[in-house]
């Protein structure tokens, strides 16, 4: 009886997820292209950038998978990642003048470290990713998208009712990170739960 309650309070899901494959001044990364635009805190969508490697190789056959599609086209896609950087470095050099107006240390060059702290976390995180996709990067599509591909990451996804939690597998870093946004973000929660068809 225990494991047929355990079979019915959990839902097992093959998902293709739509990724595109862009290659910029910088380097090339995957960036999911279907749940960026579901995120709800702007910073976590520096999230799903991942390194090239996660869709090497990989590729969908099998009939009970179900495949995302992506209404984003790869300039709307760059635009997204663009406007995130573009906000994120603002919210991080407000919080820097806000600590140094507060503090009166602005002769400190660089910051201190333990006022670092009291930057946004995410903001701050955030920052540090985007600022390496960036690098050498003009901020025009046209001048920075060199090439780029759409491939799908295939993932596996438990969903637990009992706990409304997921369980994902994939490569990595997605499981941590999807895992993570399910718990924190409502935007991607939301997303996911109308793919899972949860109620």
């Known amino acids: 009886?225990?494991?047929?309650?355990?079979?019915?309070?959990?839902?097992?899901?093959?998902?293709?997820?739509?990724?595109?494959?862009?290659?910029?001044?910088?380097?090339?990364?995957?960036?999911?292209?279907?749940?960026?635009?579901?995120?709800?805190?702007?910073p976590r969508r520096s999230l799903?950038?991942?390194?090239?490697?996660?869709i090497t190789g990989l590729t969908y056959s099998e009939s009970s998978i179900t495949v995302l599609?992506?209404?984003?086209?790869?300039?709307?896609?760059?635009?997204?990642?663009?406007?995130?950087?573009?906000?994120?470095?603002?919210?991080?050099?407000?919080?820097?003048?806000?600590?140094?107006?507060?503090s009166r240390l602005w002769v400190f060059i660089p910051i201190p470290r333990q006022l670092l702290g009291d930057i946004d976390r995410e903001s701050r995180n955030a920052l540090i990713i985007l600022e390496k996709v960036f690098e050498k990067c003009s901020l025009s599509a046209e001048a920075d998208i060199i090439s780029w591909d759409k491939a799908y990451v295939t993932i596996d996804v438990k969903y637990g009712r009992k706990d409304k939690s997921i369980d994902v597998k994939a490569p990595k870093p997605i499981p941590r990170i999807y895992s993570w946004l399910y718990e924190v973000d409502e935007g991607f929660r939301r997303a996911m739960d109308k793919v899972l068809n949860i109620e």
């Open 69 to 102: 599609d992506s209404c984003l086209s790869v300039y709307e896609v760059y635009s997204m990642i663009k406007e995130t950087y573009e906000k994120v470095k603002e919210a991080v050099f407000k919080d820097i003048k806000r600590i140094l107006h507060r």
């Open 1 to 42: 009886v225990s494991g047929r309650m355990w079979r019915e309070d959990v839902s097992k899901h093959r998902l293709a997820i739509p990724h595109y494959l862009i290659s910029l001044p910088s380097g090339t990364y995957a960036i999911d292209a279907y749940f960026i635009r579901n995120i709800s805190v702007i």
């Open 48 to 54: 799903l950038i991942y390194p090239k490697s996660v």
